[in-house]
Structure formats: structure tokens, C-alpha cells
Nanobody
Framework: QVQLVESGGGSVQAGGSLRLSCSGS???????MGWFRQAPGKEREGVAS????????YYADSVKGRFTISRDNAKNTLYLEMNNLKPEDTAMYYC??????????????????RGQGTQVTVSS
């Protein structure tokens, strides 16, 4: 059973950067993985996804060009590099995994395996 733990959240000003990490226990290299976020009073939003082999990445339009998803399968770790952050990026960020090769950002929020989340707060 894969377990995921996020880290790297924090508070930054608009225009700043953060790097989120998601450490997985278990054999995550065969899983499609991604990040989704949820702000208070809003629905979950898939942000980015990455194929099991790391050869395909997908992004929501709201973060395209600012966020980069990557993975280090040797370390069972998923990353989300977030640049040029905006106040509307404020949310709890979760990593999630599914035993599948490809996946879309929109599907990430429904993955059965997810972490506890890390808070990102962007002030204007």
C-alpha cells in the first residue's frame, strides 16, 4: 500500500516561489502521480499530473507556465515547483497517486491514494 507525505508548503508574497515535495513509501514508480489543491469553500482542483515513467506532464490552465511537476523515482519523491505565485494559488495542496501509466490533472483529485496535504498561502 503506497503512502504519501507532502512537505514544503508555507507563506510567501505574490510573485514568490515554493517547492513542494511528496515522499512515497512503496513502489510509486509504477503510479501516475499528481497534485491537486483545495481552497476553503471551493471545489478540489487538479493542478498537474505526471505519467508513471515521467515522460508526460499535464497542467491545468490556471498554472501552466508557472508550475513544474517532476519526480525522482529512485527516491520515490514527487515535486511541484511553483513560481510567480498568485493569491489565488492559496490552498491546501495534496499529492495523489493511481496505479495507472497516464493520467490527467482533472482526474488527480479523485485518486484513491493521497497525502494529508501541505498549506500554501500567498499574500498580495
Amino acid at each position: 500500500q503506497v503512502q504519501l507525505v507532502e512537505s514544503g508548503g508555507g507563506s510567501v508574497q505574490a510573485g514568490g516561489s515554493l517547492r513542494l515535495s511528496c515522499s512515497g513509501s512503496g513502489y510509486t514508480s509504477t503510479y501516475c502521480m499528481g497534485w491537486f489543491r483545495q481552497a476553503p469553500g471551493k471545489e478540489r482542483e487538479g493542478v498537474a499530473s505526471l505519467s508513471a515513467g515521467g515522460d508526460s506532464t499535464y497542467y491545468a490552465d490556471s498554472v501552466k507556465g508557472r508550475f513544474t511537476i517532476s519526480r525522482d523515482n529512485a527516491k520515490n519523491t514527487l515535486y511541484l515547483e511553483m513560481n510567480n505565485l498568485k493569491p489565488e494559488d492559496t490552498a491546501m495542496y495534496y499529492c495523489a497517486a493511481r496505479y495507472y501509466y497516464f493520467c490527467s490533472p482533472a482526474s488527480v483529485a479523485d485518486f484513491p491514494t493521497r497525502g494529508q496535504g501541505t498549506q500554501v498561502t500567498v499574500s498580495s
